[in-house]
């Protein structure tokens, strides 16, 4: 017991007499060095600011068979170049038509004519796809929109349309692309 005691008293004198702060016993992780994203840094031989992407990176938003931005020259060079990679046969039309009727029926109606189950008056203007006078952005109506046109304003949306890039996958867009242009020849009357 005594000696516990001795033992304490010694140890109640160092830390006592000590003047400087305690000893850091791993100070690397009491002072990381704090970099600043795209900061110089001296960590890498080339001390270049920023890595680059590991080869094989694929982008966010890449899309392997479509290249064409928002804009609208995106819009119209889509609507001249680019091809729908699916095959036109049962089995897509089918996966279209169900991913339409999940996607876009409630503002476009079954047959692409409208009437669908979401009525207000923000998406009146909702147009119908087999609509042949008034002509649309890329200067031919509805019913004559091509492949291209109609992947990117899933893609992309348009005004009142948001855009479906989080919700479908560039296959499913270009199933859903197949089913639309069957709804361009549906004659709803
Ligand atoms: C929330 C309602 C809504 C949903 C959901 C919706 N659309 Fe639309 N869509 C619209 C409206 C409104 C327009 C007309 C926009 C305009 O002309 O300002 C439109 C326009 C379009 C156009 C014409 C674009 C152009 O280039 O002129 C196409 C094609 C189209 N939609 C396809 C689809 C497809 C395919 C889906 C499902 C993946 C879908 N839409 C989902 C409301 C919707």
Known sequence: ???????????????????????EFMPNMYRSPSLETYGQNNFFSDSLNARKPVEGTIARNYLSTFSYDASLQGYLDAGKNAVNPLENNEANLEEGKKLYSMFCKHCHGEFGAGGGSINHPIYSAVPHYNAGKLLRRANVP???LKSGHIFH???????????HSSQLSEDERWKIVLYVQELQNYNAE
């Open 153 to 163: 304003a899933i893609t992309y949306g348009l005004n009142a349309m948001g855009p």
């Open 1 to 23: 017991m005594n000696r516990l005691l001795i033992l304490a008293f010694i140890a109640l004198i160092c830390s006592c007499s000590n003047p400087g702060p305690g000893y």
């Open 142 to 144: 509805m019913n004559q």
